[in-house]
C-alpha cells in the first residue's frame, strides 16, 4: 500500500508479522507537513494491527536518511499559527512512535540531519551504516532542535545532545554516535545493513507478541508528558521561524 504525492510518497509492505515502513522525497528525504502526517498515521494504524509484532523504518536510496524539515515549507510560514503547525508534524511523529505498541527498528543507511536524527532517537533499535553521519544543525539556521530535543537526549544523554546542538555545523560520524547510543550497531555497507536488520527483526518477529508489546511500554516509562511537551516546543520553533534571522538563513541554504 502506498501515498504518492508530489510532496513525497510513503510505502508499506508486510512479510510474515514485519511491517516495513518506507518514506521518501526527492529533497534527500525530507519531510513536508503532509509525509510528517501520513508516516504519524500509518504507525498509528499498525499499533493496532494483531498481525504485526515488528516494524522497520526506513528512506528510500541510498544517499541521505533524512535532511529533516521542508525547507520550502519552512520559508512558506507567514505566521505563528502556520509555523506551530507544521512543527507539530514532528511532535505528533515522535509521539507516534513512542506510543505505537510494536518495537520499531531503524534501518538509517546514510546522513539525518535535525528532524532525521530525532527520527533515529525515537526509533527502539537502530541499525547504521559507516555513511550515517549525524548533524543538528538547527541553530545554524535560527531556530533549535526544541521538538526533538526529548527524544535525543534520552537516547544519547543531555551531553552529547548540547554538543552536538552548539555545535551546529559539524557532523558526527558514525563511531561517535554509535558510542552514545544513537545506534545499535553499525554495518559496512547497505547490503550487510540489510541482512543484519533480516535476521535481528526475524527474531524479533518469533518472540511472544504481548512480550514484545510490554516491553516497548517498559522502554518509553517515563515519557508520559511528551503529548504536552512536545507541542509546547513546537510553538517555540513555530514563532522563531518567522524571524528574519531565520529566513535569510534558510534561503541562503537553498541556494547551496
Known sequence: ???????????????????????????????????????????????????ISVIILRSEGTAAFCAGASFDELLAVSNQEEGTQFFSGFANLINAMRK????????????????????????????????SSIKLSELAIGIGPFVIEPAVSRKIGKTAMTEMTLAATEWKNTDWAQDKGLYAKVLENQVELDIDIAHFTTKLASYNPEA?????????????????????????????????????????????
Not at 534527500?28 to 493496532?48: I, Y
Not at 531503524?106 to 528532524?115: D, F, M, N, P, Y
Not at 521561524?241 to 535569510?248: E, I, Y
Open 1 to 51: 500500500m502506498a501515498l504518492e504525492n508530489p510532496t513525497g510518497s510513503l510505502t508499506t509492505t508486510i512479510d510474515n508479522t514485519i511491517a516495513t515502513v518506507e518514506f521518501s522525497h526527492p529533497a534527500s528525504n525530507s519531510f513536508p507537513r503532509k509525509l510528517l502526517d501520513a508516516l504519524t498515521e500509518k504507525l498509528n494504524e499498525l499499533s493496532v494491527n494483531a498481525g
Open 100 to 131: 505505537c505498541s510494536k518495537i520499531i527498528v531503524g534501518r538509517i543507511h546514510g546522513k539525518a540531519v535535525g528532524g532525521g536524527v530525532g527520527i533515529a532517537a525515537a526509533c527502539d533499535y537502530a541499525f547504521a551504516t559507516i555513511d
Open 212 to 256: 514484545l508489546v510490554q516491553m516497548k511500554k517498559i522502554i518509553w516509562e517515563g515519557t508520559e508528558d511528551w503529548d504536552a511537551l512536545l507541542l509546547k516546543r513546537a510553538a517555540i520553533s513555530g514563532e522563531l521561524v518567522l524571524s528574519d534571522f531565520t529566513k535569510n538563513a534558510l534561503g541562503q541554504f537553498k541556494k547551496q
